[in-house]
């Protein structure tokens, strides 16, 4: 489907977009100006050509996936964020649930036997779930379950559960890291630009201090991934912005896995009004990410959100890494009004849905080693 490179660039007429062909062939980064060029001129077929042929660059045919399930301790929010589809204010109200550790650690157990490899823990900010209790549950599950990656809290809970504790970010995450905690997920980076974060999500960490805790991670250790909320109110240039800020910051500590573009849902929440963005500029976004942030190794398309078959259509624009086969109560999208209502897929439906477009369905762990290669058998 995707045209050459060299017929790109032959055949290109625009002198900008010809000479962003010819860096991404020499492997050359490109500027925030080319980008936006990328954003405003280049129609779907160069921008998906350009970011195939870094992706098979990078990895060949290889799309990884990997056996996880999510443990959202609470759904009580002190923050309100506007696109927020799930959160409440109390518990037993309005749908507002709270978990015990002992009921987190029920859902580790109903995981017995079946070849998990990370748990991801993300959800609310409760102002009674705070350091000790958070550090409780990773030992225990490290204790349960030692082999399992525990992956948890988005840079908006650490910051919170740091101030709440008065310690500075270095001292909160390395008592975490002393827990267990083994990765960050990307969660809370929504857009970093102040002018659009102050209106959707003002309230809670700047993107400075969600970069902050990012980099603080990254310098013990701790690898983490990065979202982008794009698709509601912001511009191409705070697009541009914030990845710009996520490539600085890689360049600094390599610390980064993977970047996941999450595209705005407008059910249930305070930015109904707004207009989800089309398929077509789901795959641009997708196929610009790639092509600019040059030095994040892989780029995630999470399924529950985009919904199977353009999660399918992404591996066409630059995505090598389709998450993990949730198979519990990840509640956040559907009730954002994704079309995964029930998101579940088992380990034979992603491979099924990989090979299904002639890519290589490979497990990894959280780290991206390779578990195993599903192109060479589905047994
Ligand atoms: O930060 C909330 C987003 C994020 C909506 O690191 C919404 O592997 C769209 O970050 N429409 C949390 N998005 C989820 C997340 C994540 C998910 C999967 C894997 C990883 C990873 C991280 O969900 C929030 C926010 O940006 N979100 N509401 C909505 N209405
Ligand atoms: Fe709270 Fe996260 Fe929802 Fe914002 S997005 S209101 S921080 S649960």
Not at 34 to 61: M, Q, T, W
Not at 238 to 249: A, E, P, T, V
Not at 294 to 312: C, E, S, V
Request: aromatic share 10%.
């Amino acid at each position: 489907m995707s045209v050459s490179i060299d017929t790109l660039i032959n055949f290109t007429t625009d002198i900008s977009l010809k000479s962003i062909a010819i860096k991404v062939k020499n492997a050359e980064r490109i500027t925030d100006d080319e980008c936006l060029d990328l954003f405003e001129k280049a129609d779907l077929p160069f921008v998906g050509s350009l970011a195939n042929y870094i992706r098979e660059k990078f990895h060949g045919d290889k799309t990884y996936f990997n056996r996880n399930f999510h443990i959202e301790p609470t759904n009580v929010c002190v923050f309100s964020c506007k696109f927020c589809s799930y959160s409440r204010l109390y518990a037993n109200k309005d749908e507002g649930w709270e978990l015990s550790i002992d009921q987190m650690l029920d859902i580790v157990k109903s995981y017995d036997g079946k070849p998990i490899t990370e748990v991801h823990i993300v959800g609310g900010v409760h102002p009674k779930m705070n350091m000790t209790y958070f550090i409780e549950l990773i030992q225990k599950i490290h204790a349960y379950r030692p082999n399992l990656h525990v992956k948890g809290f988005t840079a908006v809970e650490l910051d919170y559960m740091f101030r709440k504790a008065k310690l500075t970010v270095e001292e909160g995450m390395q008592a975490l890291k002393d827990a267990g905690l083994q990765s960050l997920p990307g969660g809370g980076a929504e857009i970093f630009h102040q002018d659009i974060r102050k209106e959707i999500a003002g309230d809670k960490v700047t993107g400075e201090g969600w970069l902050h805790i990012h980099e603080v991670a990254h310098n013990l250790g701790i690898p983490s991934n990065a979202t982008m909320l794009y698709g509601h109110i912001e511009k191409y240039e705070h697009r541009i912005d914030h990845m710009r800020k996520l490539r600085d910051l890689q360049d600094k500590t390599h610390g980064f896995n993977t970047f996941i573009p999450l595209k705005f849902r407008n059910s249930n929440n305070d930015m109904s009004y707004v207009q989800e963005s089309t398929v077509t500029e789901d795959m641009r976004m997708y196929a610009i990410a790639r092509i600019y942030l040059d030095n994040f190794p892989h780029l995630k398309a999470y399924w529950p959100m985009l919904g199977r078959q353009n999660a399918q259509l992404t591996l066409s624009f630059g995505v090598n890494d389709i998450d993990g086969t949730i198979d519990d109560t990840t509640k956040i999208y559907s009730m954002a009004g994704s079309e995964e209502q029930t998101p579940t897929m088992t380990t034979e439906d992603l491979v099924m849905l990989i090979s299904q477009v002639k890519r290589k369905a490979i497990e990894r762990d959280t780290l991206y080693n390779e578990i195993r290669d599903y192109s060479i058998s589905l047994n």
